[in-house]
């Protein structure tokens, strides 16, 4: 695997995509309309989004999952979040909440110098 974006453009990456997408297909006549995997919504549209980039040019089928244009940009905040709390446990040997404290407590502080 060398580039991302030369990835996302792949002949195997646009099959992987469709298997994905293909899993929360409403069976139904017409246009294909498919289930966002968080609100739950049917959309004729969902971005694929990686829970992991762990298999990234070999995903297992569950490594990504298809989100509405709503969902999709919280849940890449949230795995930015998930990747702080799993960076400091690992950084520095703290549990998970420790991890979890560290970080809320990090922008209140912001929050308030602002
Ligand atoms: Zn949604």
Request: charged share 30%; net charge neutral.
């Amino acid at each position: 695997m060398t580039n991302y974006n030369e990835y996302m453009k792949s002949e195997t990456w646009r099959k992987y995509r469709q298997k994905v997408l293909d899993k929360q297909k409403v069976t139904s006549l017409g246009p294909p309309k498919y289930i966002c995997g968080n609100c739950k919504g049917v959309f004729t549209y969902l971005e694929v989004h990686h829970l992991t980039y762990e298999r990234l040019g070999h995903e297992q089928i569950d490594d990504c999952i298809g989100l509405c244009f709503t969902c999709h940009p919280i849940a890449d905040i949230n795995r930015r979040y998930s990747a702080r709390v799993y960076g400091l446990m690992n950084k520095c040997d703290m549990t998970y909440d420790e991890a979890r404290d560290w970080i809320e407590q990090k922008e209140e502080r912001e929050e308030w110098e602002r």
